[in-house]
């Protein structure tokens, strides 16, 4: 298994703002995953989205994979203050393990 | 009802005990994982295991041990503890075998050793 890195590793922004938040891996891909996880929590399930994608949205939440460039992008629109969490994506290359790999994340605050 | 779900939420023992930490899960998944994430917030997987194959990531000391009564349920037991044990360790599972499902994470035991 791969691990993805998550850029920034810090990012504050006001409420009703958006954000973005950027992965990179280093070798092909099966599909990419992005979790969620508030402080003290487990992580949350947000969007998986396959190799032959480039986009997928859910609620807020867009997420872009360009596979030329090994890297994808999380994108929370109008972003509320429950936002406040990190965000890990996991690059899974399907070669056998089915274990992810997890960066140390996004961690994104925002300001009510 | 909850999907995934770990006792104790909390653990504080001392070096050189042996404990154990319970995870469940109701989801009917096949494949269940433990994490550990150190203070930093690294999330590092420490096992993977269905009813055919149990996969040990190469750096979890042979003191950890994950036993599975069950489909539902993957208790990780660790002998032995050291301080550098401390963190917090999450239980997950997925559907099927594969990393091609998402992970359901349970809330997390966060372990201290003294």
């Known amino acids: 298994s791969q691990q993805g890195e998550e850029d920034p590793q810090a990012l504050s922004i006001q409420e009703g703002e958006n954000a973005t938040m950027n992965c990179s891996y280093k070798?092909?891909?099966?599909?990419l995953q992005w979790y969620r996880q508030n402080s003290g929590r487990g992580l949350v399930h947000l969007i998986l989205?396959?190799?032959?994608?480039r986009e997928k949205h859910s609620g807020r939440l867009r997420v872009t994979l360009d596979t030329s460039k090994k890297s994808s992008s999380l994108l929370i629109t109008a972003s509320r203050a429950a936002d406040t969490a990190s965000y890990f994506c996991?690059?899974?290359?399907?070669?056998?393990?089915?274990?992810?790999?997890f960066g140390k994340g996004t961690k994104l605050s925002v300001i009510p | 009802d909850t999907a995934v779900s770990q006792t104790p939420k909390y653990l504080v023992t001392q070096m050189g005990n042996d404990k154990s930490i319970k995870c469940e899960q109701n989801?009917?998944?096949?494949?269940m994982y433990w994490y550990k994430q150190d203070s930093k917030k690294f999330l590092k997987i420490m096992f993977s295991?269905?009813?055919?194959?149990?996969?040990i990531n190469e750096t979890v000391p042979n003191r950890f041990s994950p036993k599975s009564p069950d489909k539902a349920h993957l208790n990780l037991h660790i002998n032995s503890l050291e301080l550098g044990d401390s963190a917090v360790y999450f239980c997950?599972?997925?559907?099927?075998?594969?990393?091609?499902?998402?992970?359901?994470f349970g809330p997390g035991t966060r372990l201290t050793v003294t």
């Open positions: 997950a599972s997925s559907q099927g075998g594969t990393a091609v499902y998402e992970q359901y």
């Open positions: 070798t092909s891909i099966n599909n």
């Open positions: 989205i396959r190799s032959n994608e």
């Open positions: 996991a690059p899974y290359s399907g070669a056998g393990s089915y274990q992810l790999t």
């Open positions: 989801l009917g998944h096949d494949t």
């Open positions: 295991y269905n009813n055919k194959e149990l996969i």
